[in-house]
């Protein structure tokens, strides 16, 4: 395939990740077919109801595009000169649906630079209405390094979140966030050893994110969210002709932020949750290596979650498919 249709190929695969979200997110456009006008956001001063705060999904597809994937392969593919790589992504899950459009530039064999930019639709029921709110989310650079020993490979990222989603966004009075709010900082550490066939890999990381402000019921509130925590390991085996089939244990945890109106104290947001989450799929290559194909299934083995967020609909399980372009 020439240098021209991969490019037109990479276009048209960009221009349907725009499309995702909304196609698969259509819903009432809140409508209550009762006449309600669904809960009133929270009222500054009073106790702060975290429930319908829920960036788990986001926190949770982040990891999944930008995690331990086999990016091993790349960098040795780049054979010490550079390697442009272009990942359309997609998410599906009962009430979050994202497409996420990633770049990542390899050179030197060591170095990886990723811009990317997802565009969320997120949705609420109640009283047999649907709530929903769509638009760009926010978009997320990092550095990674990548340092191999004989089968050991390690990948170091440094990351930033930047607050390009809106973050009052909300629909019938639920507060559906498309964004935090603020700026966030990231830090993990990747691992994978191989035998023959036989891949094992592990990562970590954790997330800090600084205070932001966040309109509700008319106001302004400030909030401190609590630090993220990430963790995951899995095997994958590779058969002849570019199938590769994998499976991993992912684990989640937030602690506790808070929250306050302007003069008023700080309170407990209660936003905290722990997740543990089993997930397994496949990955092709074609195209004498340069097209990558993945799709994940996930669903949760443990979810618990703080006393203010009990009225989270969580989703059960999550589909995501990933398309990656190398050039």
């Known amino acids: 395939m020439t240098g021209r249709a991969l490019a037109v190929l ?7 990740s725009g499309a995702f979200a909304g196609y698969f997110g259509e819903g009432d456009g809140g409508s209550d077919p009762d006449g ?3 809960p009133e956001l929270p009222v500054p001063g009073e106790e702060y109801e975290a429930g319908n705060i829920d960036f788990y999904s986001m926190f949770r597809y982040e990891d999944e595009i930008n995690g331990i ?7 040795e593919k780049s054979k010490g000169g550079s390697l442009f790589l272009a990942e359309p992504s997609f998410y599906y899950s009962e009430n979050c649906k994202m497409s996420m459009n990633s770049f990542r530039w390899i050179f030197a064999s060591s170095f990886k630079v990723s811009l990317s930019l997802p565009y969320i639709f997120r949705s609420v029921e109640s009283s047999g209405a649907k709530y929903s709110t769509s638009g760009i989310g926010d978009s997320r650079a990092a550095l990674s390094y990548y340092l191999p020993f004989g089968n050991i490979k390690t990948l170091t990222e440094a990351g930033c979140l930047l607050p390009t989603g809106d973050e ?9 966030p498309l964004g935090n709010g603020g700026a966030a900082f990231s830090l993990s550490e990747s691992l994978d050893y191989r035998i023959t066939s036989l891949r094992f890999f ?30 995951g390991a899995g ?10 089939l994998f499976a991993r244990l992912s684990y989640y945890g937030q602690l506790e932020g808070r929250v306050r109106a302007d003069g008023s104290d700080w309170v407990d947001a209660g936003d905290d949750f722990t997740r543990l989450e089993a997930s397994g799929g496949l990955r092709y290559f074609l195209l004498s290596d340069r097209l990558e194909a993945d799709l994940v299934f996930s669903a949760p083995v443990i979810s618990e979650r703080g006393d203010n967020a009990s009225s ?7 589909l995501s498919f990933k398309v990656l372009l190398s050039i």
Do not use: P, W
């Open 10 to 16: 990479m276009l048209v695969l960009i221009l349907c």
């Open 312 to 318: 989270v609909q969580d989703d059960s399980f999550g």
């Open 235 to 244: 095997t994958e085996y590779s058969f002849a002709g570019g199938l590769k």
């Open 36 to 38: 309600g006008s669904g």
């Open 168 to 176: 009052s966004a909300s629909d019938g009075g639920y507060y559906l």
């Open 69 to 75: 994937f086999d990016y091993s392969y790349y960098f």
């Open 202 to 231: 592990g990562s970590l990381g954790l997330t800090y994110h600084t205070s932001s402000e966040i309109n509700g019921n008319g106001a302004a509130l400030e909030q401190e969210k609590g630090m993220l925590m990430r963790a």
